[in-house]
């Protein structure tokens, strides 16, 4: 199921190209060739469209010996009369058999991937990629974000570690390089549902459009309320007052998309009488401007939280004097009724 789930939110057209660089089976393939093709090849309006679906749209990479024909029998079984799939190794470029990927095309408008985890590559793959590790998930997601068109869209199944992995440097140069070059427009848990209707990450149609499936689901007793402008279904909330603050942002004309800083590990850390403490500011909105604001919502202000605003005001510098990952500003909301006020002022200021 997660593998229809992954296809139904990239969504894949007829005369799009699909990429798979370690199709394994060609389980992805073969679930984009049914949920192309629609059932009794309905979205097929023409004999044309049909044979560019069969012929003309699936490519793939296997390097297993036992497992390439099996990939090759079962996509022709699925109905895809020639799936181009090239046998060796991806990330060496070793060939074994290339002849049917002869004319692949140099970028794909769709990828989707389950690559391996814990794979190990040597020298002769490392040197084909800028960012070197022998960690085979990070030179895969290195590759994928390579051979999208502009405008093309990734579903890609990758573990905690790509993201979150901050000790070893391929790591983070993959990860910001997957936040420069591409727009990640969903983040979802392999068994909670996923929701891509509207992101936090805006799609922006000049840069590529990355959906990754990687957190873990998360349990409450709380209560809760749907959203419509965040990427996660619903809003947990402690008290009235933060479900109050959460419909503001949703029915505002100046956020884009939101989200409650709730299990999405957004931490800033800061020091209070002697120890290392973590803030978890009440909400991350992305503004209509395509700017950023780490929104609090407060009534009174203890001293201890304003050490947590001085390391916030210092986290922000931070990010804006670096300069790759937007424009970040930040608030605090300490009625209700200044959230207007508060999103107007922070919309007025960055266009100044």
Known sequence: EIIRVMVWVIDPKIGETVYDPGCGTGGFLAQAYEHMAGPNHEKSTSPDQLETLKRHTFYGREKDNTIYPIALANLMLHGIDEPHIWHGNTLTGAEIYGGLFLDAPAL??????????GGKEGKDAQTRF??????????????????????????IVLDE?????????????????????????????????????LALFHEDELRRRLVITLMKPWYTGKPYAPTKKSHVNFCVYAST????????????????AWVKNDHIGFEIPYLYQGVVRKYRPDFLVRLANGEMLILETKGEESEQDVVKHRALDEWVRAVNAHGGFDRWHWAVARRLSEIGDVLARVQTASTT
Request: glycine share 6%; with cysteine; hydrophobic share 45%.
């Open 108 to 117: 794909f408008d769709v990828v989707l991937m389950n690559p391996p985890f």
């Open 130 to 155: 800028a960012y070197k590790t022998s960690a085979t998930q990070v030179l895969f997601l290195q590759h994928v974000i390579d051979s999208l068109k502009p405008g093309g869209r990734c579903g």
């Open 161 to 197: 570690g790509v993201l979150f992995r901050t000790n070893t440097t391929a790591f983070v140069q993959t990860k910001r390089k997957l936040l420069n070059e591409c727009d990640v427009w969903c983040i979802g848990g392999i068994t909670a549902a996923i929701r891509v209707t």
């Open 241 to 256: 007052w933060k479900a109050s603050h959460a419909f503001a942002l949703d029915e505002s004309e100046v956020v884009a």
